[in-house]
């Protein structure tokens, strides 16, 4: 007995190593941005200047932007999705075309960034393959001004990733759902209307709300895809929080950046928790 | 009929979608038909475009020093927490899943300050930026590990090694180490796919790899750079449609 507490610091030595590495990479960074949002410019101590700096209305309006983006794109991410994975349900579930589909989903979820941003450029960028045709064909689809560059262009761009991460987010609650269910519902005599809106829509609601919050945060963090494309302005919160890092030598608002980064993180926690709560619900019904 | 009508509706709207852009990628780089052999003349190559060989040099190293940092500091730290350190590994658990609530324009913030402390003690390399990576990929890899530590019992090998006589070296890397190849394997594939994917932490750092050139240079020669991207994404695609395979091989043998 007499050796066992020395065993015990012998053993937590071996995960030193680790320990140290996470502190200064993650945990110190961490903290630096929590401990930064509310310290002044210079160290000078304690204050709620930059979170209170969060309200002007230029960061707010970036805000109310990236919620706007990620709101829709994930919508949009969800419905379209949604179809496709049940589209596959519809299918053999051991077949060539699930499996290849989902492979392929999960190498699109993970497309993003200047790649990304370069594929929509050579799409339906000013001298893109598909803008070409169109006006070709007499169509021109930036008559009205070139959007790609706003917010619309975006929400067309992030759902290219979107909507591959609900299929992979949403094909085991459509995986759960049990074909006896829809026999019950036919032999006590309701249509498919009622099965879609009484059994089966209550039933992934869960499901498809969590997974919908999974893509809000997932657009809302997103980071390079947005840099690549918009090179002119800072619409959305990632790219203000570009502008304060780059620029703070001359404007002293590195704090300022700390503060938005804060306000990201607690955007995104909060969405995650609820999404963890519906995940939970949906383990109990569809599980 | 009408499921199947709908079906394939659906999937031929969404196969449209999902090529096309891939399509656009391969019209536009072959506007120019001098492009892609440029691409494979390497010498040529690097003096035509200097920064983007650089940066493609540089994404390589990044691509296999993170690796080797990653199964350093994290295989052998599950392993080991597992048989002798139960009461810690929800907090590896935490830290490892940490980054994945932190977006990376997030933790670049906070990474700031650090990496002048780096600059200071060794340098501005841009391989410096595997530091940085082995966060951004600890949750993704931590997950592959655990899963395959979960699949096997670690606590009767490690004692049957144990009490043959084995040094708890032996038992990490001869014992354990060779049941949890595939879960490693896939921890590996999954952080080289994320660092040449990677932009946000490089660019914001100051510092160059491949996704940082190709931006660079869509400013001067767009046909150029939307090749690299082609490039880039099949590399990625077959990386992690081999990672896929070899996850649904180890499905069906379980």
Known sequence: MAGRPRLRGGALLGTVPFFAFVTIFLVIPTLTVIIGAFTGDGGSGFTLENVRALGDDY???????????????????????????YAL???????????????????????????????????????????????????????????LFELPGLTLVYTYFQIPLMVIVFLPA????????????????????????????????????????????????????????????????????????????????????????????????????LYSLLQKRTAKWLG | MARVAFRWTVLTVMGVFFLLPLVAMVEFSTRDPETWPLLLNWPKLSADYPALAVGILASLAQAAVTTVLMLVLLVPTAIWVRLRLPKVRPLVEFLCLLPLTIPAIVLVVGLAPVYAWVNYFVGGSSITLVFAYTVLVLP????????????????????????????WFTVIVRVVLPNIRSAVLSAAFLTVALVLG??????????TNLQVAIEFLGKSSATVSVAVSLAALLLAFVLLIVLSIAGSWKGKKS
């Open chain 1, 59 to 85: 960061i707010l309006a970036a805000f109310g932007r990236s919620i706007t983006l990620s709101a829709s794109s994930a919508v949009i991410g969800a419905i379209l999705g949604a179809l496709l994975a």
């Open chain 1, 89 to 147: 349900v519809t299918g053999k579930p051991d077949g060539l075309l699930r499996r290849a589909v989902t492979a392929a989903a999960g190498v699109l979820a993970q497309f993003g960034g200047v790649t990304l941003a370069f594929a929509f450029l050579a799409t339906i960028g000013l001298s893109g393959f598909v803008t070409q045709w169109l006006q070709e064909h007499g169509l021109d689809p930036y008559a009205n001004g070139v959007w």
């Open chain 1, 174 to 273: 459509l995986d759960g759902i049990r074909p006896q269910w829809r026999e019950a519902a036919t032999s006590l005599g309701g249509s498919t209307w009622h099965y879609w809106t009484r059994v089966a829509g209550p039933l992934l609601a869960p499901a498809f709300l969590g997974s919908a919050l999974l893509l809000f945060a997932n657009a809302f963090s997103a980071y390079a895809t947005a840099a690549a494309l918009v090179s002119q302005g800072s619409p959305i919160v990632p790219l203000q929080i570009r502008g304060a890092l780059t620029s703070e030598v001359v404007l002293g608002q590195a704090n300022l950046g700390k503060a938005m980064a804060l306000g990201m993180v607690v955007v995104v926690a909060v969405v995650m928790a």
């Open chain 2, 140 to 167: 993704f890899a931590y997950r592959a590990v655990d899963t395959g530590l979960s699949a096997i019992d670690v606590k009767t090998l490690a004692e049957a090694a144990r009490s043959l006589g084995s040094g």
């Open chain 2, 198 to 207: 990677e932009f946000t932490i490089a660019s914001l750092l100051h510092r």
